[in-house]
């Protein structure tokens, strides 16, 4: 097989900069083709990056393009990823996956019938940081891991998104936006959910748009933008978790482990660096010793200082795992098991009761600083 596959982006709008300006940095792909709905969109990222701008049809029968990444909006993930099943390509799509475990078995079932894979992001649970804190684990520097905590709150999206409307309806709100980075750093870290249970509500049923261009527009909320839920691991620890847009300022740390012999701090798992912290038995917290891990290094400004991100390390290990035959770290099976995690969780807080999860998966291999180097090109 080639030692490279070629790579096709639908969906040129924000998300897409980050494909088309960090993929260079990774072995086993390179991006070729765009396609957007609005061709105007396509054509200027085209011209950007050096690279063709194609209607969908053409995209999809493209026989340079090996992987098609899908970054439509959530809604329409489902139907695109579809589509280039069908078109016998390779799917790596942004998170979620599909809004409903039907669909993503539905996927799965195509891309077995097709012999394709299927990848989804987030990939945030490869950064330096929490493979850091994977190994403290997985070293014994907690004990057992028994319980956690993790928070993802804050005013809303209104405030900064130019077209926020979807994060409010079916298939946005807090738990499928931001719930994946924190699902799969979990099942990075400790595996797989067993069973959730949850509490669900909104603070309003409108939001005022306060960001450009469209400042002052009030939109409807169609989904619950305050989650409180509680999940049991696979391995017998409990977990909570609180997603919420309604919240203004808060003291909670984003992610917390707490084990048998100590405690551990991990950074936020939207972000692939951070500072790791631990204490044991004698409740003195220290950072962890730093490792020069590649996915760890700062190599981006932004507002809040220089940051670590490497977006598309996902994909790059879904075409090496392609060209090598082996599992793809941000899989198909893990990707559908954090759905079953959020729309379970979803479906707790509407009928109040506790949901087991119909699906399982493994935890994804290590990454550590020589397996990530062999991701760079």
């Not at 439509?72 to 390779?90: F, M």
């Not at 090598?324 to 099976?333: H, K, N, Q, V, Y």
Request: glycine share 10%; with cysteine.
């Amino acid at each position: 097989m080639a030692r490279e596959l070629g790579v096709g982006i639908i969906g040129c709008g924000n998300i897409s900069t980050t494909y088309f300006s960090l993929s260079p940095l990774f072995r086993g792909l390179k991006v070729l083709a765009c396609s957007d709905l609005n061709m105007n969109a396509a054509e200027l990222r085209a011209e950007e990056y050096g690279v063709k701008a194609q209607t969908l049809d053409e995209l999809l029968a493209n026989d340079e393009l090996d992987i098609i990444v899908n970054l439509t909006i959530p809604d329409a993930h489902y139907a695109v990823s579809k589509r280039i099943l069908e078109a016998g390509k390779h799917v790596y799509s942004e998170k979620p996956l599909v809004l409903s475990l039907s669909a993503g078995e539905e996927l799965r079932r195509i891309a077995k019938e097709k012999g394709l894979s299927v990848g989804c992001a987030p990939d945030t649970f490869l950064g330096g940081s929490h493979q850091l804190a994977r190994k403290f684990i997985e070293d014994g520097g907690i004990g057992r891991v028994t319980s956690g905590t993790c928070h993802v709150m804050s005013p809303g999206m209104e405030m900064w998104h130019p077209n926020p409307d979807f994060f409010f309806l079916p298939g946005g709100g807090p738990i499928l936006d931001l719930g994946p980075y924190y699902i799969a750093n979990l099942v990075n870290l400790i595996g797989p959910v067993k069973r959730v249970a949850a509490l669900t509500s909104m603070a309003s049923e409108t939001r005022t748009i306060t960001s450009q261009p469209r400042a002052g527009e009030v939109i409807p909320v169609r989904t619950p933008t305050n989650i409180h839920a509680l999940m049991e691991f696979a391995n017998g620890a409990t977990v909570t978790l609180s997603a919420s847009w309604d919240v203004w300022s808060h003291r909670h740390g984003n992610m917390e482990l707490y084990g048998t012999d100590g405690s551990l701090y991990v950074p936020d798992p939207n972000f692939f660096g951070g500072k790791v912290e631990a204490s044991g038995r004698d409740k003195n917290i220290a950072p962890l010793e730093a490792w020069v891990h590649p996915f760890g290094i700062d190599n981006q400004e932004s507002p809040q200082g220089p940051r670590a991100n490497y977006r598309t390390a996902g994909l790059a290990d879904m075409a090496i795992a392609i060209i090598e035959g082996r599992d793809a770290r941000c899989s198909l099976d893990r990707a559908l098991h954090g759905v079953d995690v959020m729309t379970s969780i979803l479906k707790s807080g509407e009928t109040g009761e506790f949901v087991t999860l119909a699906t399982t998966c493994t935890q994804p291999a290590a990454l550590g600083i020589e397996e990530a180097h062999a991701l760079l090109r």
